[in-house]
């Protein structure tokens, strides 16, 4: 696949990824749990279908530590064994604001739900974190970026 434009040298759409990048540095360093952005990040590349981003978040998780068994199932979290009750409650959110077309948004269960596991300013960090990966997926997958080339780190 080939890339429809570089996305980090088009005038217009490197600005704002730089300001995505920035936004993703402070969300690094919020009182979210780095395992909890993972699976974030990577449930909602899945369902995007983004495979730029599931290549760095993959491989990111990979880096920080997090087993290969609790990466490959992401995508199977309510069968697997292997999340924490806090961890489901951010995926089953992740999910719920992903699919925003496919409900009527994100119901009072699913945020009372991930209430009982995050404080106030986890709670904020999860949800611009979910915002944040969604915008990622749709410029990647706009702009055919391809997948498998991403160095963990290489946008520290």
């Given amino acids: 696949m080939e890339a429809r434009l570089n996305a980090f040298t088009n005038p217009g759409l490197a600005k704002v990824l730089k300001h995505f990048i920035a936004a993703s540095h402070a969300l690094h360093?919020?009182?979210?749990?780095?395992?909890?952005?993972?699976?974030?990040?990577i449930r909602a590349s899945q369902i995007n279908g983004c495979g730029y981003c599931l290549d760095m978040h993959t491989k990111d998780a990979t880096a920080d530590?997090?087993?290969q068994?609790?990466?490959n199932l992401v995508g199977a979290?309510?069968?697997?064994?292997?999340?924490?009750?806090?961890e489901r409650?951010?995926?089953e959110l992740t999910e719920a604001a992903t699919r925003l077309s496919?409900?009527?948004?994100?119901?009072?269960?699913?945020?009372?739900?991930?209430?009982?596991?995050?404080?106030e300013e986890q709670r904020g960090a999860l949800v611009a974190a979910i915002a944040l990966i969604n915008a990622?997926?749709?410029?990647?997958?706009i702009t055919r970026?391809?997948?498998g080339d991403y160095v963990p780190g290489q946008f520290a």
Avoid at 29 to 41: F, K, M, N, T, W
Avoid at 110 to 119: G, I, Q, S
């Fill in 29 to 41: 360093g919020s009182s979210l749990p780095a395992e909890v952005q993972h699976l974030v990040e």
């Fill in 89 to 91: 409650a951010a995926l």
């Fill in 65 to 67: 530590g997090m087993s």
């Fill in 145 to 147: 970026q391809p997948a």
């Fill in 102 to 119: 496919d409900s009527a948004g994100v119901s009072d269960e699913v945020w009372e739900n991930a209430a009982k596991h995050f404080d």
């Fill in 136 to 141: 990622f997926n749709r410029t990647n997958v």
């Fill in 69 to 71: 068994q609790r990466i």
């Fill in 77 to 86: 979290w309510r069968e697997a064994t292997v999340y924490s009750e806090p």
